[in-house]
C-alpha cells in the first residue's frame, strides 16, 4: 500500500513533502460504502520536492510477522506438549505488539500477562526471571507503565541487541512460562 | 493446566466448591523466583463438594487458536498477494481477541482497527460493510465502546451463530480490507 | 437472537462464511427510530457455505445468568444475616463480569473490589485468601491487571475446572467478605 | 457494617468528626491474613464530637438492591419470552451501577451498552428512544461521557423524579430492548 | 430541574413509569442552538402509572454543596495560615466527587492525592493515617482502585456512619495535611 | 510549601540547580506514619547555583482558588434562583480544573460535562454556544480530547486574553446552562 | 494568536466576559475546509466589560519553550556522549509536559518513565534518587498517578521554587539518568 | 546503551537467545539506589547461540531525534513569525511519538491535537487536511482510536513512504497550523 516497493527502502536519499501526497490524494476516488483508512497509491506527476540528507535517518529491526508467528506459535506447541494452557505475545522493540496469541482454556488474565512479559522483556533487554531478581534494588521498576516482572517474558536479538520479547502466561510456575517463551526465541535460530 | 482434560468437559454433573481448591493450594510448592500466575495441578484427596445441576451451565463454542491462527495467516496471505500491507486481528463471541497479527509495514492505526472490525463483526454476526451502511438509519451504534463501523470485518459462524470475527485493516479500500477479511473466513470452511 | 435456536449447538458441523449473513442484513428493514444493535433473523435462502470441520472447534462451559445471579443473591442474602453491607459480583472464565449487585449502604471502593476478586478467583482457580499468601513468594503477580489479592473471591469449578468466581467486598475482614462467596457458591451446589 | 443501623437515618443531627472513627479504629485487630476493606464496628466511648445541623444535609433516594434485581430479572424474563438475548443494567441516580445482568448468549458489545442506556435514561429522565430523537437539534449531547442515545433505557421514577435508570441491549430492534426495560420498570410498580 | 420539588421527597409511594415522561419529552421544545442535556419540566396530564411500595425504595445522605464547599474552604484557609499550599476535596459516600479546590501553587500531584485520600476515608470511615497503618496487615487494600493510603484524608460521619471524605495534600507531612482535612470536618460541627 | 514565599515571584534572576534541593532533602526527617508528599522547606546552607536569565522565563495568568471558588458559586446560586440543579466547573488556561461544584440533585452526567464546557471554552476563548456553531464547518473539532461543544460554557479573560473557562452543565437547555456560566463571569468583574 | 500580545500581561486591570468574545467571533469567518481550532482575533467595537481587580489573580512561572528544548536536548547530548540511549521529558509546575525527546534506539519504556520522573521531581521539587529514599519512610507516595520514584529526574527551580522537572530514562542506572538530566538542568544556567 | 554499535545494523545475521543475556545480567552489579531501567552492557564470555536468517527480519525508518528536534522547532518558529501560538508534534510510523514542544501561550487543547494529527498523517501518508475532505465519503475514518482528521497534519516521507507526520494545532484556521507543519517537513528537506 503506502510503503513504497523500492528493494533498497533503507538507502532513502530524499524526502517528499507532503504537499505531494496531497495532491495525489485529491486526485484519489473512493466510493460512499467502500472508502477506507489507507491512501491510494496515485503518484504526482509533477510535484516539488524537498530533499534529505541520510543523517536524518536511522533505522530499527523487527521480526517479520511470518517469524514472529511462527516464534509465538512455538511457545504455544511446546506449552501444549506439557498440557500447560497458556498465552503467548510477541512485542518489538517499538513498544508495539506484533502477535498476540489466546491459548485454549488459558486463563483470563493470561493474555495481558503475556504482553506485558514481552514488553518488559524487549525493554531490558532480559528474561523477566532476571529482571523480576533486579527488584530486590530497585523496587521502583515495575511501577513503569506495561512492564510485569514475573517469569516467563524472553528477549529476541540481533547482534546482541534486543529487537523483540516473547512473553508466556498461564502455566503453573514462571519457570515454565518462560521455558516456553525460550522455545519461541529457539524456533528463530534456524 | 487448570481445565479438567475430561473429554466431555461439557456434561458436568457437580461443581466443587471453593474450599476444595484451596485444600488443594495450600499443598502447592513455590519457589522464591518462579512462583507464577496459575494454579498447581494438585488434586485434594478428600473435600466437601457441592453438586450443581446441569440447568446451571450453558457452553459457548470458539474457534481453537490454531484455527483462528490459520484464518488470520490467510488473510494477511491474501493480502500479501495483492502487495497490500495490513494487519488482522480475530475476536471470540465473548469479546475477547484470541488472535492479532501486525503486518510488516502496515500502518500504525490498523492494528487497533483490525480488532475492533473484527469485534463489531461478531457481535452483530454481519460483515461491517452491511453494518456500516446500518448507521444511516441509527447513527449512534458507532458510539458503543469497542467498535468501529468500517468496512474490513467478517464474521464466522457456526450454524448460523456467530462464534467469531475477523478484522483486517491498512489496505487503501475497505472493500479490499473485506475481501482479505473473507479469505480469513474461508480458510476456515475445509 | 442472533445465536442459533438448535438443540445441539455444540455439535456444529458447518461455519457459514460471512457473505451470507450480509445478504440476510441486507434485506432487513431498520425504522429511523428503533434500529439497534442487533443482526435481523432473517435467513438467506441460498448463499455459498463453507463448512468447518470439528477439529476448528473449541467450548468453554458457562454458569446460566439464572444460576449467577442465584449465587450473587444468596452471598449477598448471608451478608445481610450478619448485618453486613457488601456489593458482590460474578465473573466467568473467559474474564467478563456476569453479574453485578451493589448493595445498599456498602461502600463506594467495593463494587470494584468484588469485580476484581471475582476475576483473580477465577483466574487462578482458587479463593483469593489463598492466592493473597502465595504473594509472600511472588508479590508481582499483583501487578497483573484487573486482579485484587484480597480475601473475599472464591472460585466455582465444574469437574474441577474453574468456570466463574464470586467476589464479595464490603465487611469489616476478609474472612467475612469470603464467607459469604462461599455462601454463594454453596447455593450452586443443589 | 458502617452504615449506623439507626432506623431513622434521615434525621440526622449531629456529625461525628472524624477523629472519633480513628481512635476506635486504632482499637480494632486485623489478621494477618484476613484483614479487609472495611472499618470494624467498634464504637469510641467517649470522643470530641462536632455537631452539624440539618442544613447541611441533603438526600437521595436509590431502589434498594432486591428491587433492583426483581426489575433486572424481570426485564430479562421479557426479552427471554421472546427468544432474544440480552444483557440488562440499572444504575441509580448518582451514576453508579448498581445492577448488571449478562444474559446468556448475547453479543459483547450488549453489556456495556446497556449500562450506558441506563446512564442516559436516569440522566436526563427519559427514555432513550426519546432522548435520540433529541439528538437532530443537539447533536453533541452524544459526546457526553458514559452516554448512549439508543433505544433501550428507561427511567424509573419517584413521584416524578428519577432515582434509576434500567437498560437493555442485544435485541434486533431498540423498540424491542425498549420493550423489554419497561417491563423492568413495571416489575417496580406494585 | 428534573428533581421534583417535594418537600417529602423521602416519602415516596409511588414510581411513574418511564413511558409517561417520554409523552412529556415528546411535547417539549428544543431550540437548535441552545437544546441542552436536561428534561424539560413538562408533565404529562395523563398516563399509566406503576406504584411502587416504599419496600423497594432506601435513601443515602449526603452533604449539601453548600456544606462541602464550606468545609473544603475551612480546610483550604487553616492551609493558607501555616503558609503551606494544598489542594483539597470532597467525595461522597457513593464515591463521587462533590467539591474540589486546586490551592494557588499546590503541586501539580496535590489535586489527585486530595481526591484519593478523599475517598478511601469515606470508603473506611476512618482518616487516612489510620488506614496507612493498617496496610502493614494487608497491604493489598492499596490496591483498590481510587484509593490513596496517605494521611490528609478525614472521614464526615452522620451518626457514626461516614457520608463524606475530605481529603487534602501538598503539605511537606501528612501530619499537616490532615491537620487542615479535619479543620475542614470541623466547620461542619455548628 | 515549596514555593517560595518572595513577593516578587515573576521577577526571578536565578534558577537553582536541582542539586540544591537534593542537599536540603537529605537534612529533612519525615516520621514513618506522617511522610507526606512535599518537599521540606529546609535550605540548604551553600549550594553550587546555576542562574537563569529572564529570557529563558515566561509567565501565565491565573484566577486565584479564592476567585474560581466566588464565581463558581455565584453560577450555582443564579442556578438555584430559578430552580435549576446543576454543576459547576472552573478550568485554568493550563487545562487544568480549578474548582468543581457538584450540585445537590443535578443529575449524574452534570459533573463531567460541565468540566468539559470550562475546558472547551479557556482553549478557544468562547462561550461553547458559539463554538458549537461552529461545528457545521469543522466538525472534527468535537474529536480533540477534553472538549464538549455544548452551550454553558463561558471564557474569562484578562486583557483579552483567556484565563479560565467556567462551565454549568444541568438544566433543561443549553441557553440557561449558559446564563448561569455568565454569572459566574460577572462575579469576578468587580 | 488568543493571547494578548500586552508586554506586561501580568499587571492585568480588567476581565473582559465572555459575551464580548462570543460577540467577535459571531463576526468571524470560516472556510469549510479550513475551519481549525482557535478563535479569530477579530475585536468586538463596543460590548458590556466586567472589570476584575488583581486581587483575584495570580500567576506561575515557567520556562520557555525554546528553554525547555535547550535543556532537553543538553539532556540528551550527554547521554550521547557517554554512548546511552535515553528519552527526555521536561514537565511544567501545573504538571503539563512541556518538551518531549524520544532518543534514537532507547528503549520503548524510557519515554513514559522519562516523563514520570520529571513530574515527579516537579511535584516535590527534588531529583528523583533523594525521592525515590524517601519510600522507606512512606511507600504510598508511589501509589499517586502519574510519579515514578526511580532516580533520573531532576527539578529546575527559579528563587528556590519548582518550575519544572527534567526527566531522563533508558541508561543502565538511575545514577547515569540523572546525571544526564542534571546536564539539562545546567544548561539552562547560563 | 543495549542496542550494539554495529555500523551496519541492517545486514544482522544471528539472533542471541535470551539466555545469553540471562547470564550477562546476572554478573550485574547493581546499587541500592541506583538500579535502574536499563540492560548493562556486559556481554557473556561464551553463551549458547540460536542464530537467526536474513528472512526473519525486516526495517523500518525513521527521523533521527536531532532531525525531528529540527523540524517541530522550524514549525514553532514559523508560526512566531506569525504571532501565532501553537503546539507540535512529531510522531513515526510506528505511531510513537518522537517529540512534543508545547508553545508558550498555546491553548490547552492544542497539545494533544497536534500529536493526533501527527498519528493521522503518518497512519494514511497524507496532509490531515486532504484526510478530512475524505470523511465525507467514509465519516467512520473519524473513530479510528488516536486519529484527529483537522487540518494541522503533515507526512515526512522517504521515497514515498511515510516515515513520520508532523502536526500542529493551536492557529486561528487550520490553514495555518498546515502551513506551518509543512514549514516543519521543508527543514528536512535540505
Redesign the interface.
Known amino acids: 500500500?503506502?510503503?513504497?516497493?523500492?528493494p533498497q527502502?533503507?538507502r532513502?536519499?530524499?524526502?517528499?513533502?507532503?504537499?505531494?501526497?496531497?495532491a495525489?490524494?485529491?486526485a484519489g476516488t473512493?466510493?460512499?460504502?467502500?472508502?477506507?483508512?489507507?491512501?491510494?497509491?496515485a503518484?504526482a506527476p509533477a510535484a516539488p520536492?524537498?530533499?534529505?540528507?541520510d543523517?536524518?535517518?536511522?533505522?530499527?529491526?523487527?521480526?517479520?510477522?511470518?517469524?514472529a508467528?511462527r516464534a509465538a506459535?512455538a511457545a504455544?506447541d511446546a506449552a501444549r506438549k506439557e498440557?500447560?494452557?497458556v498465552s503467548v505475545a510477541v512485542v518489538d522493540?517499538?513498544?508495539?505488539?506484533?502477535?498476540?496469541?489466546?491459548?485454549?482454556?488459558a486463563?483470563?488474565?493470561?493474555?495481558?500477562?503475556a504482553e506485558?512479559k514481552a514488553?518488559?522483556?524487549?525493554?531490558?533487554?532480559?528474561?523477566t526471571?532476571?529482571?523480576?531478581?533486579?527488584?530486590a534494588?530497585?523496587p521502583?521498576?515495575?511501577?513503569?507503565?506495561?512492564?510485569?516482572?514475573?517469569?516467563?517474558g524472553?528477549?529476541?536479538?540481533?547482534?546482541?541487541?534486543?529487537?523483540a520479547g516473547i512473553g508466556v502466561?498461564?502455566?503453573?510456575?514462571?519457570?515454565?512460562?518462560e521455558k516456553f517463551?525460550?522455545a519461541g526465541?529457539?524456533a528463530?535460530?534456524?
Not at 15 to 22: K, P, T
Not at 55 to 67: E, K, Q
Not at 107 to 113: K, M, T, V
Open positions: 500500500m503506502d510503503i513504497n516497493a523500492n527502502p533503507r532513502t536519499k530524499k524526502i517528499v513533502v507532503g504537499a505531494v501526497a496531497a495525489a490524494l485529491a473512493f466510493g460512499a460504502v467502500s472508502a477506507s483508512a489507507a491512501a491510494p497509491a503518484k520536492r524537498a530533499d534529505v540528507g543523517r536524518d535517518l536511522t533505522h530499527s529491526t523487527h521480526l517479520t510477522v511470518t517469524a508467528t506459535t504455544l498440557n500447560q494452557r522493540r517499538n513498544g508495539n505488539t506484533v502477535v498476540t496469541l489466546r491459548g485454549d482454556g486463563g483470563p488474565q493470561s493474555y495481558a500477562s506485558r514488553y518488559t522483556a524487549v525493554s531490558w533487554n532480559a528474561p526471571s532476571v529482571l523480576a531478581g533486579r527488584l534494588q530497585a521502583q521498576l515495575k511501577d513503569i507503565p506495561g512492564t510485569l516482572f514475573l517469569a516467563g524472553a528477549p529476541v536479538q540481533a547482534q546482541g541487541a534486543p529487537i502466561a498461564g502455566a503453573p510456575s514462571g519457570d515454565l512460562d517463551a525460550q526465541v529457539a528463530l535460530g534456524k
